[in-house]
């Protein structure tokens, strides 16, 4: 079996921010103490905070000490030794003003100049794809150092190439790269750099007070500490997978028994109301046990049944379902988790967690390569397709979950 060639990048789509950005070239910025205004033609002063909150559009970013700092938030978790790429679409109410469209994250440590084609060939056509006017782009490396009059940083010429590369495809479809930044890490004070235009350096500001952190931590949306956090909440626990694989074996037995005469949708209406059931024991904060977790992966065997579950969220069940189809992922053996893992994407996906849902959808492919739904899922996150578009699932899950007599709620507005 071949290894992939790069790591798949994570695709996050993002709530409405805006960002300021410059219509024409700015001057060139002589290497500065503080941060120079890079995103934007307007002074940096202690009159005038670097942070203005917008009301109903968002908290409006103006420097890149602003953008460092909110880009924790906007992907979800702490990135180390990653390219940041942020996706910008125009804003009509100002024509200096563009707001963010998508964010994408990928590993920094690609291998080989193919793969680095690969990488901005896939940030190329997000950009065609969401009509994107400029995009922003920041490299996390703890093995990088700040540039001096005397030095040029280490990994400094890697990351150049990098960006280089990527502003040479992106010119191909007219769409700028409004800005390039390098950072070793993420945090209050620590040194940002330009990697491209004017030269210009500054300190970050604190990612804990970022407006954009505020609203998604109002919003109910997790900040994690890493990726790794998502790939531990995910993990499979060998304890409950023994114990869950064992009861499996009892539960597909029943149910291959033959079926009583009458009519199938009675019984399908029966198999949800079960599963509805397990979703309240879950909602109350009770572990399902080994003979309950297989009990519902057999009954989630049925396309039908399955396809109803997608009618769970978005709605007032959508944080159960996610507790439950966790619940079940870390529980099952392959290649059945595949089925409770892409359940599991399409929530986070249809809230906008990306993180979330890219490693879902990656354990999904892991336990099944060939599972439909977690393919087509993985590529509307690769394609940056935004949330919105996957909502016809969750309608006809509802809806079929109404022609049996069953309300699964309706989607919050």
């Known amino acids: 079996m071949n290894a992939p060639i790069e790591p798949t990048p994570s695709i996050e789509p993002t709530l409405p921010v805006e960002l300021t950005v410059p219509v024409e070239p700015a001057p060139p910025a002589e290497p500065a103490p503080r941060p120079a205004p890079v995103l934007s033609d307007r002074p940096d002063t202690a009159a005038d905070p670097p942070f203005e909150d917008q009301g109903e559009c968002g908290p409006r970013l103006r420097e890149p000490g602003d953008l460092i700092a909110a880009v924790p938030a906007?992907?979800?978790?702490?990135?180390?030794?990653?390219?940041?790429?942020?996706?910008?679409?125009?804003?009509?109410?100002?024509?200096?003003?563009?707001?963010?469209?998508v964010v994408t994250r990928m590993d920094l440590d690609n291998r080989g100049r193919s793969a680095t084609?690969?990488?901005?060939?896939?940030?190329?056509?997000?950009?065609?794809?969401?009509?994107?006017?400029?995009?922003?782009?920041?490299?996390?490396?703890?093995?990088?150092?700040?540039?001096?009059?005397?030095h040029a940083g280490v990994r400094a010429r890697k990351h150049g190439d990098l960006?280089?590369?990527?502003?040479?495809?992106?010119?191909?479809?007219?769409?700028?790269?409004?800005?390039a930044w390098a950072v070793q890490a993420i945090g209050p004070e620590l040194p940002w750099w330009t990697l491209s235009g004017p030269w210009s350096r500054g300190l970050q500001h604190d990612p804990a007070t970022s407006m954009v952190t505020l609203r998604h931590v109002l919003d109910g949306r997790p900040l994690r500490g890493s990726r790794r956090e998502l790939t531990d909440l995910l993990a499979v626990d060998p304890v409950s997978r023994d114990a869950t694989a064992a009861a499996l074996e009892i539960a597909a037995a029943a149910t291959a028994r033959p079926a009583q005469p009458g009519d199938p949708r009675v019984r399908l209406r029966l198999e949800l109301c079960r599963v509805l059931g397990y979703l309240e024991r879950v909602e109350a904060g009770i572990r399902l046990t080994p003979v309950e977790l297989a009990e519902l992966a057999v009954a989630l065997r049925d396309p039908a049944l399955r396809d109803i579950m997608f009618g769970l969220a978005p709605g007032p069940h959508a944080d159960g379902a996610e507790a439950l189809w966790t619940q079940l992922t870390r529980a099952l053996?392959?290649?059945?988790?595949?089925?409770?893992?892409?359940?599991?994407?399409y929530c986070a996906y249809s809230r906008g967690d990306g993180p979330l849902a890219g490693v879902a959808l990656d354990a999904a492919l892991t336990a099944d390569p060939q599972h439909r739904m977690a393919t087509l899922l993985e590529l509307g996150l690769q394609t940056g397709m935004p949330p919105e578009r996957l909502r016809?699932?969750?309608?006809?899950?509802r809806e079929t979950a109404a022609d049996l007599g069953v309300r699964l709620g309706p989607e919050p507005r």
């Open 392 to 397: 016809r699932l969750a309608d006809s899950g």
């Open 333 to 345: 053996p392959d290649p059945g988790r595949a089925e409770a893992a892409a359940l599991l994407g």
């Open 74 to 101: 906007m992907l979800g978790f702490m990135p180390a030794r990653s390219l940041v790429v942020t996706v910008l679409r125009a804003d009509p109410e100002s024509p200096k003003a563009a707001a963010v469209e």
């Open 163 to 179: 960006v280089a590369a990527l502003e040479h495809r992106l010119d191909a479809d007219a769409v700028p790269l409004a800005g």
């Open 117 to 150: 084609g690969l990488l901005v060939e896939r940030v190329a056509g997000i950009c065609v794809r969401h009509r994107a006017v400029a995009a922003l782009a920041l490299v996390i490396d703890d093995r990088a150092t700040e540039p001096t009059g005397r």
